[in-house]
């Protein structure tokens, strides 16, 4: 038969399995909305209030799915706009399509109005992407960017599509979508990691979010278990293992916990699955674990060796590996290894307290909320201390209800993934853990929570500063707070009013547990939520490891005076 082609977009994407996309309306995407208009009643639209939030809500729905997320803006500003939700998800590895509209054909490269490159902008930021000049060549790119997003490491594909192109008509056949062949490894370099595994009396599991893009989560579990080992996981891996198994001891890095801080200085083998090695986590490269062999098991090759020299290097899922492992491996015991870990950290976190004007703690907050959801809930989150707070105080027993901005650090992140989640997910409690720094950036679109109805709750623990860039100055700036202070006159009731959102306050220890009930009731009743949380602005991020420092030194304790201590090693 034959379609206009913005009416093959919308069959391509069924193919593929796309329900729900997220975007902007413009003038260059005009065919396309039309045709969304039309075929409203197999693909939902949401609309949001900004085309970068709109992206994030298509990466929040990839990952709390697995699916590939669906974001459309016109040309000009409306694609620009995209851009650091497009980096947000290539730096984090979730398969994204961007589909943006541009002038007609004839109007390229002559500044025409909202004309811009968009495929040469984001050409560092996503994995490829297309200009489609001729309509004949529409459903092939369409195709091809869901099998480049998802086949190997997974990550973002922008198409652009002139305005002529969707308007004009072209035979449109209906395909399968194209099978994605498993990356295999090199079997002896298998066999050799057996080797070492076996050799190994102090295993330690690093697992990173390609467990989780690999649905590697049972294997992860029972490996451990083989192979007696202590496991960890990075900012990104939270919830591929269970945080209530004993061998679970916490995120590795800059705010990573004292156990595993220790477990990497004390292993003698470090295995390293579906994770990159940021420099958040490594610290001083020279020490890092430095008493150990390294295997790195991670489907991207350019990730081996790039940051930390290794003993072994295996280029294939974490499935793939885990399951051979799995297969091939007698159940060792190695001692007291496990145990000597969880003896030696002596504190799993750094507990603070809150002051008079203050008496509420983020950790309270936290743990709460995770009492009253037995651990269930999906949190996002924004970026700065908020987001390690949810990192650390949380319980993470299942993939996929951690979703946070690791790699880009991009504040202003959660709300618009929490919108995602949620719609990808409705059966779950999503909580959007904000700052109230990062939450001025997103604020707006409360206004798409009240349209649709979407039930999230959206905490702002709000102490009135750039926390974690306040942290930073007070620890090595002398305490000079260059406009880090907000002191912001926002009344959050009004606030949620003015978008038709109930808004509740917590700001004694009592209100806690009595407020977060309240929100969860609402949730589950169908109604959005805003929770202002007042804190103090002094409470730390503790542990940390300053940047490019041995992780095995955490500073645990900071004092008004700027002295800290730090946990010395023997």
């Not at 690791?406 to 959660?414: H, I, S």
Request: a negative charge.
């Amino acid at each position: 038969m034959r379609l206009k082609g913005a009416d093959i977009i919308l069959e391509c994407l069924l193919e593929h399995g796309v329900d729900t996309v997220f975007g902007y309306p413009g003038g260059a995407v005009l065919n396309i909305y039309d045709s969304i208009y039309r075929y409203s009643n197999k693909i939902r639209h949401i609309l949001t209030s900004h085309e970068q939030h709109a992206g994030h809500a298509a990466d929040g729905y990839a990952r709390a799915t697995g699916k590939t997320g669906v974001v459309i803006a016109t040309s000009g500003p409306g694609a620009t706009n995209l851009v650091t939700a497009i980096a947000t998800a290539k730096m984090d590895s979730i398969p994204l399509l961007a589909i943006t509209g541009n002038v007609d054909v004839d109007l390229l490269g002559l500044d025409s109005f909202q004309e811009v490159d968009i495929t040469g902008i984001t050409m560092p930021v996503t994995k490829h992407n297309f200009l489609v000049r001729d309509v004949y060549d529409l459903a092939d790119a369409i195709r091809k960017a869901f099998f480049i997003a998802n086949d190997g490491r997974k990550g973002p594909v922008l198409i652009d599509v002139p305005k002529n192109v969707t308007a004009e008509m072209c035979a449109y056949v209906k395909y399968e979508p194209i099978k994605i062949d498993i990356c295999s490894p090199v079997p002896q370099d298998l066999e050799n990691a057996v080797v070492m595994i076996k050799n190994s009396k102090k295993p330690f599991i690093y697992a990173g979010g390609g467990v989780t893009s690999s649905g590697a989560e049972s294997e992860l579990k029972k490996f451990a278990e083989v192979i007696d080992a202590t496991v960890a996981s990075s900012l990104m891996g939270q919830g591929c293992f269970d945080q209530t198994d004993p061998r679970y001891i916490g995120m590795l890095g800059m705010h990573g916990t004292v156990a595993a801080s220790i477990a990497a200085h004390e292993c003698d083998l470090f295995i390293a699955l579906g994770t990159r090695f940021s420099d958040r986590v490594t610290g001083d490269k020279q020490k890092f674990a430095a008493k150990a062999k390294i295997l790195h098991i991670d489907i991207d090759e350019v990730e081996h060796g790039k940051n930390i020299p290794v003993d072994l290097e295996i280029v294939c899922d974490a499935k793939t590996a885990l399951s051979f492992f799995n297969k091939t491996l007698k159940k060792k015991d190695n001692g007291d290894w496990v145990k000597t870990i969880h003896d030696k950290s002596f504190q799993t976190h750094i507990s603070q307290d809150g002051t008079k004007e203050f008496p509420v703690t983020p950790e309270l907050i936290l743990k709460t909320l995770d009492k009253l959801t037995d651990n269930g809930a999906i949190i996002t989150t924004e970026v700065g201390q908020n987001q390690m707070w949810a990192a650390m105080y949380g319980t993470y027993k299942n993939p996929r209800s951690f979703i946070t901005s690791g790699g880009l650090g991009t504040m202003g992140f959660g709300l618009g993934a929490a919108i995602g989640a949620k719609i990808g997910r409705p059966d779950k409690t999503v909580v959007n853990v904000a700052g109230d720094g990062s939450f001025g950036m997103n604020l707006s679109e409360l206004v798409t929570l009240s349209k649709y109805k979407i039930p999230i709750i959206q905490l702002v623990l709000n102490n009135n500063v750039l926390g974690m860039v306040r942290q930073w100055q007070r620890l090595f700036y002398e305490q000079r707070y260059s406009h880090t202070t907000l002191d912001r006159s926002v009344d959050y009731v009004k606030l949620g009013e003015a978008f038709g959102i109930k808004c509740l306050i917590i700001e004694s220890e009592e209100d806690v547990e009595l407020m977060l009930k309240q929100a969860l009731a609402l949730s589950k009743n169908g109604e959005p939520v805003l929770i202002e949380c007042r804190i103090d602005r002094d409470i730390n991020v503790l542990p940390m490891v300053p940047a490019g420092q041995d992780i095995g030194n955490p500073i645990i304790e900071m004092f008004d005076g700027g002295e800290v201590i730090n946990l010395c090693k023997d």
